[in-house]
């Protein structure tokens, strides 16, 4: 069943809460609804399960009105879960499930075969049959949710409608919710959704909406919709928008608002790799420009480097490091004002790393993290050993963990001016808009 | 942990009215005057006339004190528990009780009254607290009513508070206006509750009502389920909030009103006996309301028996003993169930 809007406008004490609100969806796509407290989500929802008579415009399930169906009409072909529910007394799971018939029911009609079938399978769908028998009060938020929605797919409805269905679950119930919903639209299940987590949205759904001020700000596939400069007017907070890897639907992170801090104390030079950089890069991003090389883009140092704004000096994966990148790093290196050198495992493939340390002119800028313990990491037989080695001799400074680099490197450049300290605009705003795309 | 349910629902049916039989037949045979059992018996199936064809003084006790008396206490007991189960439901709440919109005060006012302006004849005291009863719930649902025409539970429940209060000060002001007279005792007897005025005129009234109003309510249970997914839920699933609450609040009040009139302000039985019927048989109305009911008439009809009894050849006010049985009954439930009910 397809459900319509065309120009939906209801106010609540005066106040417009929805502005016209025309939105289709089609029978068996799960459209995501997402917007700040207060958009007009749960309102838009009302709406169109019928709780809610809106002011200018209509409803329509497929081609009828909403007021043109009778109330066990409409109970047949919507259901609505709602974000938390409190049951007054101890009715038992398979009670709760049971409900779902009642619009399929005369009112004095007992429950026939098909009933318990239809009840049957819902509860084993939702994987709620184990405590069928125990009271919906003993449960625990993620089985109580499973069981409304056991409810309402023994209502067998064409439109499945639900408020936060999610919110207050935790990622492991969130998941299952989610993938019996996936596989009811799947089936033909109209579905649309009030949700906040964002991700949870990008990834299942067919479609999104964000609704901001009573409008429909954006709607479209997730990636088009869920972009950072939608999400920024709606909500007022930077993210970045990336991929996610292992289910390849984007994904979207918070920015640290520290981040757009203009001041940083000193550019740094970070040779990272194989995730050594990360907490590195997070321990300096407040108070330095921080730049990142010779990294490949697979590396998970990559990715943190990105969101965090740092510059990227970059190969192709599994590729030795090429004269070009190896260039490229040097003069990052050299319009540092210091270069830091991570715990990471060196093979012939990052060796290069250290060797462009070793040309910069003023060791005493190179800060060593625990070189002591090279040889653990060193893939290369020896050489990368011999080569940190050589650094720390032409004073490198050797330092003993991410508290004491930040501590020494903070109080070393809070009293220098440093000559190029502003931080690169540029390679921010390129971290924000880089992946997805 | 598996919820437990001692007793499969038809059971529970069958036991009830099986146990309903022999308390009607104690109720008959149990009295201050000895009536053989045997002689009960044949009372009830109509052979109580004695040779010289005038009934005999037992025959008489039997058929105008007794039936009617124990008939009444079925009646009321049916009509209170039913009435409890409803608003328990409807409210969700299981602390609600029949008397939760101000009826019980609204009737002890009306019967009151009648008492101070001395209406003589039968039916006007019953009709006097039956229209203070009425009163009292359609002034609190009036003030719960919403500009949107729609009733908050709560404020029906606040509402019924302030509303009681108020009945509740007219009613002492009638007692201090009949102190002196014999007509205080009248008042606060009427207001402790008894089902010693019973006949068979009562009788006549009461049952159409209470049959009635009791399938009606029965016939909304699956209403009352719904709607204890709240009101928006019960929507969802096909019911009409509003009006399934206002024909069960309703019906309810005018079936609380009506057993008031003619027995007073009886406590305990719509509160206690759905609460434990609840806990046999579980919440689903359908057969709460039902086994209710029942177990309201027969726990009723014991608790008169009990009245006029122990103390014979004195009587005490039936709700005197609902309330001894009752509420350290309630108490126990409080402390073993907790929040859980």
Redesign the interface.
């Known amino acids: 069943m397809e459900i319509t809007t065309d120009g939906l406008k209801f106010s609540y004490n005066d106040s417009p809460l929805l502005n016209g609100i025309d939105l289709t969806v089609p029978k068996g796509e799960i459209l995501a609804i997402v917007g700040p407290n207060g958009s007009g989500k749960t309102t838009l929802l009302k709406n169109i399960s019928g709780i809610l008579s809106p002011e200018v415009g209509s409803v329509y399930l497929d081609m009828t009105r909403l007021p043109e169906l009778s109330m066990t009409e409409l109970a047949r072909y919507l259901a609505v879960v709602e974000q938390e529910r409190e049951i007054g007394f101890d009715f038992t799971v398979r009670e709760i499930v049971a409900l779902g018939r009642l619009p399929h029911r005369g009112r004095f009609a007992r429950e026939t075969s098909v009933d318990k079938q239809w009840i049957t399978e819902a509860m084993e769908l939702t994987n709620v049959a184990p405590f069928a028998e125990r009271s919906i009060r003993e449960l625990s938020g993620g089985e109580k949710q499973r069981v409304f929605l056991a409810m309402t797919l023994a209502q067998n409805p064409r439109v499945l409608l639900l408020d936060e269905p999610t919110t207050y679950l935790d990622i492991n119930h969130q998941l299952q919710i989610m993938e019996i919903i996936c596989q009811q639209a799947a089936a033909g299940l109209t579905v649309l959704m009030a949700i906040h987590d964002l991700n949870l949205a990008a990834q299942y759904a067919n479609r999104v909406a964000i609704l901001h001020q009573g409008r429909l700000l954006a709607i479209g596939r997730p990636a088009d919709v869920l972009t950072e400069v939608n999400i920024n007017q709606a909500f007022q907070v930077d993210v970045a928008v990336g991929k996610n890897p292992v289910t390849n639907s984007i994904y979207i992170n918070t920015v640290p608002t520290q981040l757009t801090r203009p001041t940083a104390l000193g550019k740094l030079h970070i040779i990272c790799g194989g995730g050594s950089g990360a907490g590195v890069l997070h321990a300096l991003v407040d108070r330095f420009s921080l730049s990142v090389g010779v990294v490949s883009p697979l590396d998970s140092d990559f990715q943190v480097a990105q969101y965090l704004g740092a510059k990227l000096v970059t190969e192709a994966p599994f590729a030795p490091i090429s004269t070009r990148a190896y260039e490229a790093n040097l003069v990052t290196m050299r319009s540092s004002d210091g270069v830091v050198i991570c715990e990471t495992p060196f093979g012939p493939g990052n060796l290069l790393n250290l060797r462009a340390a070793l040309e910069l002119e003023s060791k005493t800028s190179i800060y060593v993290l625990n070189p002591e313990v090279i040889e653990e990491r060193d893939y290369t037989g020896g050489q990368a050993t011999k080569l940190i080695r050589q650094l720390v001799s032409s004073g490198a400074v050797p330092v003993n963990g991410v508290r004491e680099l930040r501590r020494r490197l903070v109080s070393r450049y809070q009293n220098t001016d440093c000559s190029v300290n502003r931080r690169s605009q540029s390679s921010q705003e390129r971290a924000l808009k880089a992946p997805g795309r | 942990?598996?919820?437990k349910r001692t007793c499969s629902r038809k059971s529970v049916f069958v036991v009830l009215l099986v146990l309903t039989v022999p308390t009607l037949l104690a109720g008959v045979a149990i009295g201050p005057v000895h009536i053989p059992i045997l002689d009960t018996l044949s009372y009830l199936v109509g052979r109580g006339v004695s040779i010289d064809g005038s009934p005999s003084v037992s025959y008489l006790i039997i058929s105008q004190i007794r039936l009617p008396r124990v008939l009444l206490g079925l009646l009321v007991g049916c009509a209170l528990a039913i009435s409890g189960g409803t608003m328990q439901?409807l409210f969700?709440?299981?602390l609600a009780s029949p008397y939760v919109l101000g009826i019980a005060s609204g009737a002890s006012t009306g019967a009151s009254l009648v008492i101070l302006f001395n209406l003589r004849g039968a039916l006007f005291l019953p009709l006097g607290a039956f229209i203070g009863g009425l009163m009292a719930t359609g002034i609190v649902y009036r003030l719960a009513q919403e500009r949107s025409k729609k009733t908050s539970v709560y404020t029906l429940i606040l509402a019924g508070v302030a509303v009681g209060a108020l009945f509740s000060a007219v009613t002492s002001f009638t007692i201090f206006l009949c102190s002196g007279s014999e007509k205080i005792t009248d008042v606060i007897f009427w207001t402790m509750g008894g089902l010693g005025r019973a006949n068979w005129a009562y009788l006549h009234v009461l049952t159409p009502v209470v049959a009635l109003g009791s399938i009606v309510l029965i016939?909304f249970s699956?209403d009352l389920?719904?709607l204890?997914?709240?009101e928006?839920?019960a929507?969802?699933?096909?019911?009409?909030p509003e009006t399934s609450k206002r024909i069960m609040l309703g019906v309810a009040a005018l079936l609380t009103s009506s057993a008031v009139a003619f027995a007073g302000t009886i406590g305990f039985v719509g509160l206690i006996i759905p609460h434990i019927m609840?806990l046999i048989i579980?919440?689903?109305h359908r057969f709460l309301l039902p086994t209710t009911a029942i177990a309201g008439a027969i726990f009723l009809i014991w608790a008169d028996l009990l009245a006029r009894t122990v103390a014979s050849p004195a009587e005490i006010p039936v709700g005197i003993i609902t309330a001894f049985l009752g509420a350290p009954f309630f108490l126990y439930l409080l402390k073993m169930k907790g929040a859980?009910?």
Request: glycine content about 18%; proline content about 7%.
């Open positions: 942990m598996k919820r439901g969700r709440n299981p016939a699956r389920n719904a204890s997914m709240g928006e839920g929507f969802h699933l096909g019911i009409k609840r579980g919440p689903d859980r009910m």
